[in-house]
């Protein structure tokens, strides 16, 4: 069972609408007291205000300085939410990798960074990293998205692996669709793939915080995905053509 939230310091990044105010929403509600981190100022101080909560606008890479004092020193929960939905192939621009690169897995090292050495000092903290499906099997047309997101679960499992047993507790949530401005701006491909399946931002924080009452790494609020990605470890090739086959079918869209 998940330890009290009262009075608890929580830090939700890309906290502005979707699945990150869905979690600050829940967070608050739990008796926390919640920083929301948004790109956008006036998103983030809209959420902090029906929260009750503490708006820190800004690059999520560089806010946990000014979160930890706005909450008075002392971040209980991390919730790196932010994320870009980068689509392209190979072929998209540098600055676009490099983006997706910075946000989807920079920022949760950035932000590991800054938090650990105090958590490790009072031999507790919690990190939740918001991943997505595509980290763990892929996106079609997404390169930048699904590259990045593998590699913000795999920062998540090497948080896991070496600091649980010194009271570090790390939750990987993926996700497939979820009905938020990212699976809109997905296009095509989401519409064929996750629109069909789309759950609400409100979904996941309960899958969350389930999942944070068991102790579990992974956070899955569609639970088909467990099947998907037994697949792809057990029977890789057999899984590839699958997706190759959705792939084709959605290239048959574009023409």
Known sequence: ??????????????????IGAALARRFAAEGARVVVNDLDGAKAKAVADEVDGIAVPGDASGIVPEATEALGGTVDVYCANAGLGSGGTEAAPEEVWAAAWDVNVMAHVRAAHALLPGWLERGGGRFVSTVSAAGLLTMIGAAPYSVTKHGAYAFAEWLSLTYRHRGIKVHAICPQGVRTDMLAATGSAGDLVLTPTA?????????????????????????????????????????????????????????
């Not at 931002?201 to 992974?218: C, I, N, S, Y």
């Open 1 to 18: 069972m998940v330890e009290t939230l009262q009075d608890k310091g929580v830090v939700v990044t890309g906290a502005g609408g979707g």
């Open 199 to 255: 759950i609400e931002p409100d979904d996941v924080a309960t899958a969350l915080f389930a999942g944070m009452a068991e102790d579990r790494f992974l956070i899955l609020p569609h639970p088909e995905v467990d099947a998907y990605y037994q697949a792809r470890a057990a029977t890789p090739d057999k899984w590839l053509t699958g997706m190759n086959h959705i792939q084709q079918k959605w290239e048959a869209t574009q023409r």
